[in-house]
C-alpha cells in the first residue's frame, strides 16, 4: 500500500506540473478540457487549470500521508471517506476522459487515469484494512 500511495502521489504531482503548465499558457489545449482548444486555453480554462493544480498538489500531500511520509491531517474516520472519495474522482475523469471527443487527449490521460484508478483502490483498501 505505502508504494501505490508513494506512486499516486507522484502520478498527482506530474499532472498538477500540467496543469500549472496550461495557467502559464503552454499550448497544450488538445490535451485537457474535451480538447476543443489548440494551442494556448482560454482564461477562463486556465483558471480552472490553477485550480486544478491546488487540487492535485493537495491529493498529492494525501497520499504521501497514507504512506506515512507527511503527517496524516484527518481523523481516520475522515480520512478513510477520503480515501474512496478519490477512488471515485478517479473512476470519474476515467470516463470522462475515455467519451473525450479528442483523441490526444484520451491518448494521454487514459492510461493515467487507470493507473490512478488501481492505485487509489489498492491505498483505499489498504489503509481499510490497516485499521482493521
Wanted: hydrophobic share 55%.
Amino acid at each position: 500500500m505505502q508504494t501505490a500511495a508513494i506512486v499516486m502521489a507522484i502520478v498527482q504531482f506530474l499532472v498538477a506540473m500540467f496543469q500549472l503548465a496550461l495557467v502559464l499558457g503552454a499550448p497544450m489545449g488538445e490535451y485537457a478540457f474535451g480538447g476543443q482548444n489548440k494551442g494556448k486555453l482560454p482564461t477562463q480554462f486556465r483558471i480552472t487549470s490553477a485550480f486544478s493544480f491546488a487540487l492535485l498538489l493537495a491529493m498529492g500531500g494525501h497520499y504521501l500521508a497514507q504512506a506515512g511520509i507527511l503527517p496524516q491531517l484527518l481523523p481516520e474516520a475522515v480520512n478513510t471517506v477520503a480515501n474512496w472519495l478519490l477512488v471515485g474522482f478517479n473512476v470519474s475523469g476515467l470516463v470522462m476522459n475515455a467519451i473525450s471527443r479528442s483523441k490526444k487527449e484520451r491518448q494521454m490521460w487514459v492510461p493515467v487515469l487507470l493507473l490512478s484508478v488501481v492505485l487509489s483502490i489498492i491505498v483505499a483498501f489498504g489503509y481499510d484494512s490497516r485499521l482493521s
